[in-house]
């Protein structure tokens, strides 16, 4: 059973990948007794810091670090310049506290994961599947699963070092794209929708049955909301289409 928590808790890092997207460590207090399972989110506030109502600030993070890190939880935010929270949140510093309460969230993974599993992210929405992967390579899985992810931009290419890794090491079919390649990219051009298909025939080579095919989706509504349609018109089932989207 899960309980939901407040903790004020201390940033233990910060990692920019740009101006705009950082990930953020904070480091749970002894005994906090929080715990997440993997694809749940936290709101976060800062303390003290309340809109000019007086009502208190919060808003949603997923959650990238595996429950099997004990004592760290892992954030991907993007900053949204004329926003209420990401602002404040990029003006914070290691060392320095936030609010967090949780956890929330129904974007589980089923209880038993199927091999050819398609996980499929824009953005920062590769936190929540980043704790559903590390979670599962963290527990020794090595069938094959699929991970069709797009950045924006080639230096926002999240946990790239880890993910080639798993990739190596564990199985992982990582098919990373971005719409802004530089002569640095070396992988796929465009966004989700874009390499699914050139890759579905590989993907239907795997043997798994399209009608029990299970995806996970996490992104911007646009992107979510283009491919489940997409996904649709190929004919997979809708209720095998798992989805977050913010
Ligand atoms: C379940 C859930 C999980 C989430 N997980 C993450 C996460 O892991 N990382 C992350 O960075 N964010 C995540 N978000 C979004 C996050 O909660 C905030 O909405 C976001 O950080 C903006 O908050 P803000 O207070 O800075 O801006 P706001 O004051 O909310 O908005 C400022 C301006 O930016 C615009 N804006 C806000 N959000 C978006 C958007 N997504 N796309 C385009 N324009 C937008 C608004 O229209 C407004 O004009 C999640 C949201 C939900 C519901």
Not at 58 to 63: D, E, F, M, T
Not at 140 to 158: D, H, M, R, T, V
Not at 176 to 191: F, I, L, Q, V, Y
Not at 233 to 246: A, D, L, R, T, V
Request: aromatic content about 12%; charged content about 20%.
């Amino acid at each position: 059973m899960l309980n939901i928590r407040e903790i004020v808790i201390k940033i233990a890092d910060i990692r920019a990948y740009s101006e705009n997207l950082r990930v953020f460590r904070l480091t749970l207090p002894e005994g906090s007794g929080f715990s997440f399972v993997p694809g749940q989110f936290v709101m976060v506030s800062l303390p003290g810091f309340a809109a000019a109502n007086g009502r208190k600030i919060a808003k949603s993070y997923s959650i990238a670090s595996s429950p099997s890190e004990t004592g760290i939880l892992e954030l991907c935010i993007a900053l949204y310049p004329s926003g209420a929270l990401s602002p404040k949140l990029f003006q914070k510093n290691v060392g320095d506290e936030v609010v967090v309460t949780g956890p929330y969230g129904v974007f589980q993974l089923k209880q038993s994961i199927q091999s050819g599993t398609v996980f499929m992210a824009g953005g920062t929405g590769l936190a929540p599947l980043m704790s559903m992967l590390r979670s599962l390579y963290a527990g020794g899985y090595n069938e094959k699963l699929w991970l069709f992810y797009s950045a924006s931009e080639p230096k926002l290419f999240l946990f790239k070092e880890e993910l080639l890794g798993y990739q190596k090491n564990n199985n992982l079919q990582l098919i990373a794209s971005t719409s802004r390649p530089d002569n640095t990219w070396e992988w796929e051009k465009g966004r989700v929708t874009d390499t699914f298909p050139s890759f579905l025939h590989q993907l239907q080579g795997d043997g798994v049955p399209s009608e029990s095919r299970q995806f996970y989706i996490c992104g911007p509504p646009l992107m979510v909301s283009d491919t489940v349609k997409m996904l649709e018109q190929i004919g997979f089932k809708k209720e095998n289409i798992h989805k977050e989207q913010w």
